[in-house]
C-alpha cells in the first residue's frame, strides 16, 4: 500500500504526549452565579467573585496525586472575566471583592503548579462577550486579543499550554498572523491548542472518548462544539488529539449536579477511550465558590488515580523480557501466566509507521500459537484488553508499516476485577 511521506512530531508534541493524563479547571464569575451557560444574557458584576478560601495548591496537589502531568485553567472564558488584573479589561479580579481587588487566580494557579510540578496551562476564550467591539472593529480587538495574551505570556513564566476554545468564534476572522507571530515570539516552545497554529487538537467531542483508529496526523480540525464544520489545515499535519471531558455535568461549579458526578467506572472506561488509543484525557473539575476542588470530586478523582495504578503499574513482563526477530517481538513465560491486557506503545521519534499488527498467545495446554486480536493504530499508545486467559508466550506482530517499525514499550499485565 502507498502512503504520503512520514511526517515527523515535535520533540515539545513528544512531550506533550508523554503527558498523557490532565485536569481542566473551569472557574471564574460565572461560578458565582448558579445555572449560568455559555453565552447567557444575564448580566455579571465582578464584585461577586470573591472565593474567600481559594486554595490552587489544594487543586493542583489533588491532580499530583492522581497522576495528572499537566493542569489547563480558564484565564478567560467566553463571558470575558480575566482571572487576572488586565489592563485591558475592567471586567476582571481587580474590579472584584476578593482579596480588595489586589488578587490573582493566575499567579496562584502557576505558582502552585511549579510546587507539585505539574505543567501549567492557560485557556482562553478567542471570543469575548464582555467586548462590545468584538464584532464592531476587528483591528481593536486583535489588539485587545494581543495585548491580553502578552499579559499571561509574560507575567507568570513558562505557560506550557494555550488552550484556545473555537466556541463563540464561527464566522470570525482573526489576524492569526499576528497573533501567533507574537505567542511564538514571547514562548517558542509554548503548545497551542487547536486554533491558529495548533500543536494538538481537539478530539471532536466532549464525551472523552478518541476514535478507532486515532492517527496523529491530519488535514483538518473538529472547530467547535458548535458546528460540525472542520478547518482545513491545508497541509496534513502531526497533532496528536486530546479528549476533554467533564466529572459533572457542567464545566463551572454547579450546586444542582452532585448527582451527574461520574463513577469510578465510568472513568475507567474514559481512560480506555482515550489514553487507551494514544490520546491524552482533559478531566474537568470546577472549583466551587471558596476556591476548593469539592471534597466528593477530588475523592472520585484520587480513587481514579488509584485505580490506573493498581492495574498498570506492575506488568508481569515488559519490552526488556521481548526478544525481537524480524517485524515481531516475542515472549515466553516461565511459568504459566494469566493476561488481561497488553500495552504497546510505538515509537514515534520518527513518525507513525504501524498501520496494523496482530497479537498471538501461545496457548497453556497445547503450546499452539493462536491470534486473539488484530489492531491497526498503535500511536503512543494502544491498551489492549481481552478476557482473561492463561497463556505460555505472547507475539506481537507487525502486519503492515510504512518503514521500519519500532516499539518503545510494550508490557503484559492481569489486572483482574
Request: aromatic content about 12%; charged content about 25%; hydrophobic content about 35%.
Amino acid at each position: 500500500m502507498n502512503h504520503m511521506p512520514t511526517l515527523i512530531p515535535t520533540a515539545r508534541q513528544l512531550d506533550y504526549q508523554s503527558w498523557e493524563f490532565g485536569l481542566f479547571l473551569h472557574f471564574g464569575l460565572r461560578t458565582f452565579y448558579e445555572g449560568y451557560v455559555d453565552f447567557d444574557e444575564r448580566p455579571m458584576n465582578p464584585a461577586e467573585f470573591n472565593p474567600v478560601n481559594l486554595d490552587c495548591k489544594q487543586w493542583i496537589r489533588t491532580a499530583k496525586e492522581a497522576g495528572m502531568k499537566y493542569a489547563v485553567l480558564t484565564a478567560k472564558h467566553h463571558d470575558g472575566f480575566s482571572n487576572w488584573p488586565s489592563k485591558y479589561s475592567s471586567f476582571s479580579v481587580a474590579a472584584s471583592s476578593w482579596k480588595d481587588g489586589k488578587g490573582d487566580v493566575i499567579r496562584e494557579f502557576v505558582d502552585a503548579c511549579r510546587k507539585y510540578d505539574v505543567k501549567p496551562g492557560l485557556y482562553y476564550s478567542p471570543y469575548d462577550g464582555s467586548a462590545d467591539f468584538y464584532n464592531q472593529d476587528a483591528k481593536a480587538y486583535d489588539d485587545y486579543f494581543v495585548n491580553q495574551i502578552t499579559e499571561l505570556l509574560t507575567a507568570y513564566g513558562e505557560i506550557d499550554i494555550l488552550w484556545f476554545d473555537g466556541c463563540g468564534s464561527e464566522g470570525h476572522t482573526y489576524d492569526w498572523a499576528r497573533i501567533i507571530g507574537e505567542i511564538r515570539r514571547l514562548q517558542p516552545n509554548i503548545l497551542i491548542f487547536n486554533m491558529g497554529d495548533p500543536d494538538f487538537r481537539w478530539v471532536g467531542n466532549e464525551d472523552g472518548i478518541a476514535p478507532v483508529p486515532c492517527w496523529n496526523v491530519v488535514d483538518s480540525t473538529e472547530f467547535s462544539i458548535l458546528t460540525e464544520d472542520k478547518e482545513k489545515l491545508g497541509d496534513r499535519l502531526w497533532l496528536p488529539a486530546e479528549c476533554d471531558v467533564q466529572l459533572r455535568s457542567n464545566w463551572f461549579y454547579s450546586d444542582s449536579d452532585e448527582h451527574t458526578l461520574k463513577s469510578l467506572e465510568e472513568l475507567m472506561g474514559l481512560y480506555y477511550h482515550s489514553v487507551g488509543r494514544g490520546a491524552n484525557l482533559l478531566l474537568n473539575i470546577g472549583p466551587d465558590r471558596n476556591g476548593l476542588l469539592p471534597e466528593q470530586d477530588a475523592d472520585r478523582l484520587q480513587e481514579f488515580g488509584s485505580d490506573i495504578r493498581r492495574r498498570f503499574d506492575r506488568p508481569f513482563a515488559s519490552m526488556e523480557h521481548f526478544t525481537k526477530t524480524g517485524h515481531t517481538w516475542s515472549y515466553e513465560c516461565k511459568e504459566p501466566q494469566l493476561l488481561d491486557h497488553v500495552i504497546l506503545q510505538e515509537d514515534l521519534v520518527a513518525g507513525e509507521q504501524v498501520r496494523s499488527f496482530k497479537i498471538h498467545i501461545i496457548t497453556q495446554k497445547t503450546r499452539r500459537a493462536v491470534t486473539i486480536y488484530e489492531g491497526q493504530h498503535i500511536g503512543h499508545k494502544a491498551i489492549i484488553r481481552v478476557p482473561a486467559i492463561k497463556i505460555r508466550g505472547l507475539l506481537v506482530e507487525i502486519t503492515e508499516s510504512d518503514r521500519e517499525p519500532a516499539l518503545r514499550a510494550l508490557s503484559l499485565h492481569h489486572v483482574g476485577g
